[in-house]
């Protein structure tokens, strides 16, 4: 992702990524190998979109980068992680929060027996200053509207739209400096999707978070995106700017569903035997 240039600020070429992997193994059970040798890179104030294929290495990637690779029985191998000039593989996942990276894991994960005050209240627990933080929810409430209206009720009771943004505003009350999300659009509507994805940008804009973004939906992600790159096999086998990976004939064909005879499903595209040029 060392080619993207971020649409809502500028971002100088020559500046260091804020975060870099660099030749990243990772070994689940001792004997699984999912990372083979991944290299990318994420400049500061970027959007950046992680593609690919179930089983490409893409969940696995943000968890090497947040720490929770040991919930899971994995750790990475060999390679470097560095977000800001520092090494952080293997360093414990609250450690890493509070150098400013929060995970957003797919599927939401909000804590159903608390009402939405209390889950955004549970997203700054690391932080050193507790004062003005009911001013800080009033800042995620701007930005999910929804939440407003819901800040006494139970998580457990809102619809998974709602939870997914409670789970957004929770990742922003830790005050990021990046957000790594899994899979945000997962099982909601449309419309709601484009909601929650002008948002994020609206957020990247406004709070000059960083954001590595998973999606299967690669149409959506590429269009709020600044850069992205597409793994297979736990390696990336191609990256760039995300305008120029939109246009690509491949990528439009394998992850965009459209080719030569028009519009497909994804479905079809997922089962299609990719010719994957970008290996040859």
Do not use: C
Request: charged share 25%; hydrophobic share 40%; proline share 2%.
């Amino acid at each position: 992702m060392t080619e993207g240039v971020r649409r809502g600020a500028d971002v100088g070429s020559a500046a260091p990524p804020l975060l870099g992997l660099n030749n990243v193994e990772v070994l689940y059970d001792d004997v699984i190998l999912v990372l083979r040798g991944l290299s990318l890179e994420v400049k500061e104030g970027q959007i950046a979109a992680l593609l690919g294929s179930n089983g490409a290495g893409k969940t696995t990637t943000l968890k090497a980068i947040s720490g929770l690779l040991h919930v899971e029985d994995g750790e990475v191998r060999d390679g470097t992680i560095v977000f800001d000039g520092e090494e952080i593989q293997g360093m414990d996942a609250h450690r890493i929060v509070e150098k400013g990276i929060f995970q957003v894991l797919e599927g939401r994960r909000v804590f159903e027996h608390l009402t939405v005050f209390e889950n955004l209240l549970a997203g700054a627990h690391t932080r050193g200053e507790r004062r003005g933080l009911e001013a800080e929810t009033e800042r995620v409430y701007d930005y999910f509207p929804a939440l407003a209206a819901r800040r006494g009720q139970l998580a457990g009771y809102l619809s998974g739209g709602e939870q997914q943004m409670l789970a957004l505003g929770r990742a922003l009350m830790a005050s990021p400096r990046m957000m790594l999300l899994d899979e945000p659009s997962l099982g909601l509507a449309p419309m709601l999707v484009e909601s929650i994805f002008t948002t994020l940008r609206r957020i990247n804009r406004e709070e000059g978070v960083t954001i590595l973004l998973v999606e299967q939906n690669a149409r959506i992600a590429l269009s709020v995106a600044d850069a992205g790159a597409i793994m297979e096999r736990g390696r990336v086998v191609l990256e760039g700017d995300a305008g120029e990976l939109a246009a690509n004939e491949d990528v439009k064909e394998f992850y965009l569903g459209l080719g030569d005879g028009g519009r497909r499903s994804y479905r079809d595209v997922k089962h299609y035997r990719r010719r994957k040029r970008w290996l040859s």
